[in-house]
């Protein structure tokens, strides 16, 4: 097969595209994050763009409009557009930019040893469902079998996986078996960069935030189920990147107030609804804990309408396509996520009003109860089915769904969490993590969870285990005492610039600035 | 911080919270795992257990952050330590799906090369391929080879859509004894031990020199069937034959 584009060249236009839009979109700042996370960005980005040409092609009736080589010169333009953006403002940003482009070169070059590696070596693991994906990527990329197809397979596959394989025939490969080992390095420095990141930010020592991310790391990716997963051709380990993303972005939005990373966030969440058909649900339950989160920093109604509004969109595109004979989600399916996330826009808008904040101490637990109680129900109306689909659920996660220690040590430190650190606005990361699986176990009622580790549920546990493993890595850092102002380092990015006439000031880290309102913002949270 | 208000209040601490733990993991343990083959590695209760003593340990006392970053960091040390035995004992366990190099040590050729990594549901569409490539193909609703999997893995000319016939078509069994000339049948049972309806005729007396082929289902059984056959059988609609 002759690539039109080749693979190298494939990862790194998707790389630059992403880094540079991060940094764009925060301004310049916190330049390791945006390079380390780059690909991730890149690729949501091309799903974003391959999804927009599709559903133009199909509103306007010419699927074969669709054509997956058409998403070269639009990558190349969108990259091209954000490095000519970045560069021309950083001065004005008073970016290092000088830095960034010599990080740049380098995670290019890691990354295409990453590739090489992956090229030569294709340890990819297939099943039932890869081939689903591929074969449907396949099709999409020649335009007349796109005709025979359609969209109707939107009910059962995420959309994300099927335009992305669409793109194997331009990178040359029969599939893209080298794309996810590639992403899962990118991911790698994603997660170490944000856990450093979160514990510098708390004002603990360098020398902690690596210890305590090393020790992380070790369990996270010495677990053989997330190794597993880094080559398995499936959407639940790309769901779980942007997981990761959406809660780290919210995290940092919520702790530095600053709302430009409430635009990541966004690409974040709408990257993971469309990678999980039953994502919209999850996105729902995680936006309804942020919009009653306490303290400052939250978004309002046009945030949360940012963060939901993408998925609600699509939550109805698909509706309108499979109607009411979808197999995994259907017309009442997906009003019923619509609902939700509007539920979370609801709630922003009652977060403005006084009476309704006195409440927000208990309305997360009682949406947590809330779930609970839901599960008690179903399991009233069903109890052999519940008891046994719950048991193998369990199973699945301590002994059979080969995890290794990753769900035993969640529960051990979680048995141990007296001993842990306190983590600023840790209510909304564990209520949301704790809400999706209770969750899990809510929807055994409709399941089909069997003793297995390819079990939907038990593969759905790897959309969350990132984000336990980094909060877990920032309240273990937060155990030892905080450094003293002066001493608190800095990440490495510019000083401090004033208010930018928009009533929203950047504050470097470090400054007194930032040093105030991040204890207003500690003291305010829990 | 408080400190301690005898010597030995920690240690009892330790101990009294340890045997609760005990209690509590062993009987989750038995309850949970008792029936399984040992196959995976021992010390993952131990985790556990160790990180409920440290809880209650917590919520006893409040010792020292040194000691409570020294603990946590044993807890999750040990977690690392024991990750690797699961590497062993899951690629013997499952071996179709593991990480475990294969014996030829053709792994970038293990796509195509190996049965075990192509699902049964494939393999069918594989052996059709051949009868259907380059044909068209005409599709009656109801069949359970996808469309979009003939279109991607058989790569006919084109698909058209056509309504079932108008009239009762011969039972499956009566396809089956009237062409003997099959060319496959599949039984698959699917991934969780229950038997699937996944049985699949196709038939090749005439292939060669079919323009296209009808696909359907008669009886649960998917039929591939070249024009000249659905002809014969009478299948409406589609051109008038001589059967």
């Not at chain 1, 839009?21 to 991730?40: T, W, Y």
């Not at chain 1, 398995?232 to 972005?249: G, K, M, R, S």
């Not at chain 2, 068209?136 to 058989?154: F, N, T």
């Amino acid at each position: 097969m002759k690539p039109l584009v080749h693979p190298y060249c494939y990862i790194t236009v998707l790389h630059l595209l992403g880094s540079f839009s991060a940094l764009c979109v925060l301004r310049g700042a916190h330049p390791a994050f945006c390079v380390s996370s780059g690909l991730l960005w890149g690729l949501a980005i091309h799903t974003f763009l391959a999804l927009a040409a599709l559903l133009i092609s199909y509103v306007s009736g010419h699927l074969p409009l669709y054509d997956a080589t058409l998403m070269v010169p639009l990558i190349l333009l969108a990259t091209a557009g954000a490095a000519a953006f970045y560069l021309s403002r950083a001065g004005r940003w008073r970016c290092a930019w000088r830095r960034v482009v010599a990080a740049q070169t380098a995670a290019v070059a890691i990354l295409a040893l990453a590739t090489a590696l992956a090229l030569r070596w294709n340890l990819s693991v297939l099943s039932v469902d890869s081939f689903a994906f591929i074969e449907l990527g396949l099709a999409f990329a020649r335009i007349s079998d796109a005709q025979h197809i359609g969209l109707a397979f939107v009910h059962s596959w995420p959309i994300s996986a099927v335009l992305l394989h669409a793109t194997s025939g331009v990178a040359g490969v029969e599939y893209l078996y080298f794309l996810m080992p590639v992403a899962s390095f990118a991911f790698i420095a994603t997660f170490a960069v944000a856990a450093v990141q979160a514990i510098l930010l708390l004002g603990r020592g360098p020398r902690v935030a690596a210890l305590a991310t090393l020790l992380g790391m070790a369990w996270l990716f010495s677990c053989y189920f997330v190794v597993f997963q880094m080559f398995y051709v499936h959407t639940n380990w790309t769901a779980a990147i942007y997981v990761l993303l959406f809660f780290f972005t919210v995290w940092m939005a919520l702790q530095t107030e600053d709302r430009s990373w409430f635009a990541l966030a966004a690409a974040a969440a709408f990257a993971f609804v469309l990678v999980r058909v039953e994502a919209p649900l999850f996105l729902a339950l995680f936006l309804c804990f942020l919009a009653t989160q306490e303290g400052g920093g939250r978004p309002g109604i046009r945030g949360l309408l940012a963060l939901a509004g993408p998925a609600m969109l699509w939550c109805l595109c698909v509706s309108a396509i499979v109607g009411d004979a979808g197999r995994i989600v259907d017309r009442t399916r997906l009003l019923v996520m619509v609902g939700g996330l509007a539920t979370s826009i609801g709630l922003a808008w009652c977060m403005r009003h006084a009476w309704f904040r006195r409440c927000a101490s208990w309305l997360q637990p009682m949406g947590l109860a809330t779930l609970a109680a839901l599960f008690v129900l179903v399991t009233i109306d069903r109890p052999e089915h519940m008891l046994e689909k719950s048991r193998v659920h369990l199973l699945n996660a301590l002994v059979v769904g080969n995890w290794a220690t990753a769900w035993i040590l969640v529960a051990g430190l979680a048995l141990a969490a007296p001993l842990l650190g306190r983590m600023p606005h840790q209510r909304f990361v564990w209520f949301g993590v704790v809400g999706y699986l209770i969750v899990t176990f809510d929807l055994t009622y409709f399941g089909y969870w069997r003793q297995d580790w390819g079990d939907s549920g038990n593969r759905m546990l790897t959309h969350v285990l990132p984000t336990i493993a980094w909060a877990m890595v920032v309240k273990g850092a937060a155990i030892a005492p905080r450094l003293p102002p002066a001493a608190e380092p800095r990440l490495g990015q510019e000083p401090p610039l004033p208010d930018d006439g928009c009533g929203r000031g950047r504050h470097g880290i470090g400054s007194a600035s930032w040093g105030e309102r991040a204890a207003e913002s500690t003291s305010r949270s829990g | 911080m408080p400190r301690a208000s005898s010597r030995w209040a920690l240690p009892w601490g330790i101990f009294g919270s340890t045997i609760a733990a005990a209690i509590v993991v062993a009987i989750a343990h038995d309850l949970l795992v008792w029936q399984l083959p040992r196959v995976r590695p021992h010390g993952t209760g131990l985790i556990m257990l160790a990180g409920l003593g440290l809880g209650v340990f917590g919520l006893l006392r409040r010792p020292s952050w040194q000691l409570r970053a020294v603990l946590v960091a044993a807890l999750v040390l040990a977690a690392v330590i024991v990750n690797p035995f699961w590497f062993r004992a899951i690629d013997r366990t499952t071996p179709g799906y593991s990480l475990r190099r294969q014996e030829d040590d053709l792994l970038s050729t293990r796509y195509r090369k190996h049965d075990h990594w192509i699902p049964r549901q494939k393999s069918v569409y594989f052996v059709m391929a051949d009868l259907l490539a380059g044909k068209q193909i005409r599709y009656i609703e109801g069949s359970q080879l996808d469309k979009w999997r003939l279109a991607a893995l058989a790569e006919p000319s084109e698909i058209v859509d056509l309504d079932p016939p108008d009239h009762p078509l011969p039972s499956a069994e009566q396809l089956w004894n009237r062409y003997p000339n099959r060319r496959f049948q599949l039984h698959s049972p699917d991934w969780a031990g229950e038997e699937r309806l996944y049985r699949m005729v196709g038939i090749t007396e005439g292939a060669e020199r079919a323009e296209y082929f009808v696909v359907l289902e008669v009886d649960g059984v998917d039929f591939v069937i070249p024009d000249s056959v659905w002809r014969a059988i009478g299948g409406r609609p589609g051109p008038p034959g001589p059967g």
